[in-house]
């Protein structure tokens, strides 16, 4: 009975990390780069200062106004309106995974400092160790992985591609920009 009960929890545990890996690879490059900016330092600074149980508010706020959409895309994908319902999920499911991530970046010694917190932490890194673990023992999961790492290079080629691109068109469209830009930091 128990491995009957086990395999949908199993399938639902693997589409979760699998869902999460594949957003967390171009969720976590963007939200770093966002993090250069100075104005997100600064105020990544504040939120640095802020106690546990701030910080923890901070992490959880977001998340219970970021998760009704996701169920609203359930109930989209329910109504038979799927791309609305694959556009939401996506969009909430970034949104939410970006700051979820930079806020646990900021606060991680504070926010595993609380216990509870700290166990229910280990104990999802449990969970998705264990999913990487087997599906490290599929014969589909390492196939998959190259197909990842292939379509991860390509793009990385077409973002240096179009970014090279872009530089040459634009680059005397904005230099009178950039002129003005620097006039007014100067002064």
């Known amino acids: 009975m ?12 693997v589409i979760v990390v699998v869902l999460d890996d594949l957003f967390r690879a171009f969720v976590i490059p963007a939200v770093r780069a966002l993090a250069r900016l100075r104005l997100v330092q600064r105020v990544e600074a504040g939120i640095a200062r802020l106690p546990p149980v701030g910080i923890l508010l901070l992490f959880l706020i977001p998340l219970a106004i970021i998760e009704p959409f996701k ?35 900021i606060g991680r010694d504070k926010l595993l400092s609380i216990r509870w ?41 077409w973002r240096r591609a179009s970014a090279r691109f872009l530089r040459s068109r634009l680059r005397g469209r904005f230099a009178a920009a950039r002129r003005r830009v620097r006039h007014y930091r100067i002064a």
């Open 2 to 13: 128990r491995r009957v009960a086990n395999a949908p929890l199993l399938s639902l545990a």
């Open 71 to 105: 169920i609203y895309a359930l109930y989209l994908l329910g109504e038979g309106r799927f791309l609305a319902s694959l556009v939401v999920f996506a969009i909430a499911k970034i949104v939410g995974l970006g700051l979820a991530e930079r806020l646990f970046a």
């Open 117 to 157: 917190f700290a166990w229910c932490h280990a104990r999802i890194l449990s969970i998705r160790d264990r999913v990487h673990a087997w599906l490290a023992q599929t014969r589909f999961w390492p196939r998959a992985l190259r197909i990842v790492g292939v379509i991860r290079a390509k793009a990385a080629s």
